[in-house]
């Protein structure tokens, strides 16, 4: 399988804190990689350095096999990396149709065009994607009415505006109920699969991590404390001590 992220040796400190610590993983298109770990492991750091957002004190990040280490967000995005996350941030007075076309805009260069016309850019290609994340009857619907469930299959719309190869996604199952975020990660498998996608997320619902990553790596004090796949992490002595709660 392609490597899509290349994570070797990467470390970030914040003052006399280390909040990454020589961490190392990667991830293959077509799967789903579950990021875990109790509050202040590094979850949201590592993403953020992945993302951009944040250059590493050391280490390398590689997307398809070009290093994106100081790269600024927006073209890392360029790149092909999308992103959810775990508050929804969508335009509450535009349409569920218009937010889809103006993250397209922003993909094709259109954004600060004065004599554009949003309502007529991209329709199609709008469409196509609330079709795909199952939200395409209520493209006429302003964000703020929706639920948040709905909001957060048009935030995923707008995560694959830019045709992404890898997706990150930050809690993208918080705040809905069960039964809810069981269709929302059906639905982000079929996508990941079918598309040959990489995905990379963090949640703290053990039943949404469990049934749904091809593979889990535990994160612990900035450190990988543990890697495999969701049998031999649910099986981890250590896993169960630092994160589950289980003592032998």
């Given at each position: 399988m392609t490597k899509l992220l290349q994570v070797n040796?990467?470390?970030r400190s914040f003052g006399g804190i280390t909040a990454v610590d020589?961490?190392?993983?990667?991830?293959?298109?077509?799967?789903?990689?579950?990021?875990?770990g109790p509050n202040g492991a590094g979850k949201s750091t590592c993403f953020n350095l992945i993302n951009g957002q944040l250059r590493p004190d050391h280490g390398s990040i590689k997307i398809c096999g070009q290093e994106i280490v100081g790269l600024a967000p927006r073209h890392v995005w360029k790149l092909g990396v999308g992103r959810t996350f775990q508050v929804t941030s969508t335009f509450a007075?535009?349409?569920?149709?218009?937010?889809?076309?103006?993250?397209?805009?922003?993909?094709?260069?259109l954004a600060r065009s004065p004599f554009r016309k949003v309502r007529h850019l991209f329709i199609d290609e709008s469409m196509?994607?609330?079709?795909?994340v199952g939200i395409e009857d209520q493209s006429h619907r302003v964000c703020?009415?929706?639920s948040y469930g709905e909001l957060k299959r048009v935030e995923l719309g707008v995560a694959l505006t830019n045709r992404p190869k890898l997706l990150l996604m930050d809690e993208p199952?918080?705040?809905?109920?069960?039964?809810?975020r069981q269709r929302l990660m059906n639905l982000i498998s079929q996508i990941v699969r079918n598309q040959k996608i990489g995905a990379l997320f963090t949640e703290h619902d053990m039943d949404v991590?469990?049934?749904h990553a091809d593979r889990i790596i535990v994160l612990n004090r900035g450190e990988l404390a543990a890697a495999g796949t969701p049998e031999e992490v649910r099986e981890n002595h250590k896993v169960q001590e630092i994160y589950l709660g289980i003592t032998a």
């Open positions: 040796n990467l470390s020589r961490l190392s993983f990667d991830v293959e298109a077509g799967q789903i990689l579950a990021m875990i007075s535009m349409t569920v149709l218009e937010n889809v076309q103006m993250a397209l805009m922003s993909y094709h260069k196509d994607l609330l079709k795909l703020g009415l929706l199952t918080a705040g809905m109920e069960p039964s809810e991590v469990f049934t």
